[in-house]
């Protein structure tokens, strides 16, 4: 059985309250950062797999499956510039966000693994393998 754990402990002494003041305005580290949050459902025959990836394109993210471990992985590069009109720059700013994120997809049925991408959610239906249950089989007595 799973316990509720919550993320950040924070005792509620009295010369505390400003130690943590600013946590939120500078994200600070103490703030647990998921690479993409993702929700797995179990629908019987399969698992659907919800990943969060604001602020990428469909053609940024890769899934890759290589023996029974599924990788998802993404990568944005934004550049943008100003520059005045003798061609001097005013502004120049480079960005790259890249994630990456592993899955343990033993049972799975990897040849059938359907994924589409809305809104910035991909969601991935992946169908179990189905069960092999031995044949009933008759023993001869000798």
Do not use: W
């Amino acid at each position: 059985m799973f316990d509720l754990i919550p993320f950040e402990h924070r005792n509620a002494g009295l010369f505390d309250f400003f130690n943590h003041f600013d946590d939120d305005f500078f994200n600070s580290t103490q703030n647990s950062f998921a690479p993409c949050r993702t929700d797995i459902r179990d629908e019987g025959n399969q698992y659907v797999l919800e990943a969060e990836l604001p602020g990428f394109s469909k053609e940024e993210i890769n899934v890759n499956v290589e023996n029974d471990c599924m990788t998802l992985t993404a990568q944005h590069k934004e550049d943008s510039e100003q520059k005045d009109n003798a061609g001097n720059y005013i502004r120049r700013e480079r960005r790259m966000n890249s994630l990456s994120r592993s899955f343990d997809i033993s049972g799975i049925n990897t040849e059938k693994i359907t994924a589409s991408f809305e809104n910035g959610v991909l969601t991935m239906h992946m169908p179990k393998n189905e069960e092999t249950k031995p044949l009933p089989k008759q023993i001869t007595i000798q």
